[in-house]
């Protein structure tokens, strides 16, 4: 798996876009870019994913670099029920390894 | 469909006492996977199976066994509890490499004392 690099913590306010960043410098051609985020004390929740392209689901955006070192997810109009941990992962999808992650707070 | 499912939620250990916790999955994933996570860290890889009647180990195995006789059930085996393994304990499956992202389970709450 890649070392992925990520801030501790955010802040955003409600109603704004979350732009929530992640190091990968040392992925490999073939391994993907996961976010995931985990809601308290819930399990992980799987959010979306990557490979070379930017990619958009119903929940969010991720935007990777043309040289794939870095990735940005994008939660286009924050609330407050998307305050969580959010973890970027760089690997395949059947061997997860989780880092801290980012701590995003939505204020109101 | 109930995806998967942990029991107990919660449980309290005395040191040197063992217990089981279950993982069973309705969705036929080929995949499971034990993690646990300790306070304000990451999720850690315990044990993993891609399949029936095949586990192997992750990053933190020690102290646990695990096995997979069913595509459903993944027990995890605690035998000789550790405070060091109090921590919250997460199962999670995947349909295969080609499948989207993990489903978890809610997890269980361990304490040893």
């Known amino acids: 798996d890649a070392k992925t690099t990520q801030p501790t913590s955010m802040d955003c306010a409600e109603g704004r876009a979350a732009n929530l960043p992640c190091n990968h410098s040392t992925i490999s051609g073939n391994e993907y870019v996961y976010w995931y985020r985990q809601i308290h004390s819930q399990g992980p929740q799987y959010i979306i994913h990557g490979l070379k392209n930017n990619e958009t689901n119903e929940m969010a955006s991720l935007i990777i670099t043309e040289d794939r070192k870095s990735s940005t997810l994008i939660l286009p109009h924050a609330t407050l029920r998307d305050t969580a941990v959010y973890y970027c992962?760089?690997?395949?999808?059947?061997?997860?390894?989780f880092g801290a992650g980012t701590r995003l707070t939505v204020k109101p | 469909n109930a995806g998967v499912t942990q029991t107990p939620k919660f449980r309290i250990l005395k040191i040197g006492q063992s217990m089981t916790l279950q993982c069973t999955q309705d969705?036929?994933?080929?995949?499971m996977y034990w993690y646990r996570q300790d306070p304000g860290m990451g999720l850690k890889l315990i044990y993993y199976s891609v399949g029936a009647g095949i586990t192997d180990k992750g990053e933190v195995p020690n102290g646990y066994n695990v096995s997979r006789s069913t595509t459903e059930d993944f027990p995890l085996r605690l035998e000789l509890a550790a405070p060091s393994q109090t921590s919250v304990y997460f199962c999670a499956s995947l349909q295969g490499t080609g499948a989207l992202g993990y489903t978890f389970g809610s997890g269980t709450r361990l304490t040893v004392v």
């Open positions: 992962i760089g690997g395949y999808n059947n061997d997860m390894r």
């Open positions: 969705m036929n994933h080929n995949y």
